[in-house]
Each structure stands twice: as C-alpha cells, then as structure tokens.
C-alpha cells in the first residue's frame, strides 16, 4: 500500500486541486441534496420547452407563410377529428350489430334450449 505522506502524491493532489473548478462547499452540498426530476416532470419541461420553440418558429415566419402554416395546421386536426369520429362511428356500428346478433341469439336459439 502506498504511503499518503509520499510529496510526490502531496504534489500531485495541490494539482489536481488547482485544476477543480473554484466552487463553494455549499453550492456543491446544495446540488447533491437536491431531488432528480422525475421522469414526468422532465417530459412536461420538454413539452414545454417544446412549445415555446414552435411558438417562436411561428413568430419568426412573414404574414403569408403564417397562413398557410396555419391553414395546414386547421387542415390537419380537421383531418384527425374526421378519423376520430369515423372511429367512434364504427365503434357505435359494431356495438349495434353485436345487441342484435345477441337479440337474435336469445330469441330463436335460447328459447330451443330451455328445459321442458
């Protein structure tokens, strides 16, 4: 094992010393006892963070490129609603067609069954 009072590794710890970047104890104890961001707040940073960079895109375009920036964005979610309602409107199709299949189910089939 090495001797610590060796000034060969004295010297070299002053250096490395000088080299550290001169920041207060506390500021340093103040990071460590600092909780990590959860997973949910750094993502709602990152939207966010997200948000205002497009905001600023949008700002920075000329009046003729902010409409037709803006009229796709109005034709895009026109686009997404229409396939959410389509979806929904065959949810309520399949949901109809199987009450009746089941409807039918208990008025012809069942009835055959019943114990006499």
Known sequence: MSDFNDPKLQERLRQL???LPQTPQ???QAQSQTP???ASSRSSASSKFSIQKLGQWFNGLS???RTVVALGGVVA???VLGALLKLVTQAVSLALLLGGLYLVYQLFFRRDQTPQ
Do not use: Q, R, T, Y
């Open 77 to 79: 979610g026109l686009m």
């Open 17 to 19: 010393e000088a080299e």
């Open 36 to 38: 990590s961001p959860s």
């Open 63 to 65: 009046g003729g490129a």
């Open 26 to 28: 506390s500021s340093l």
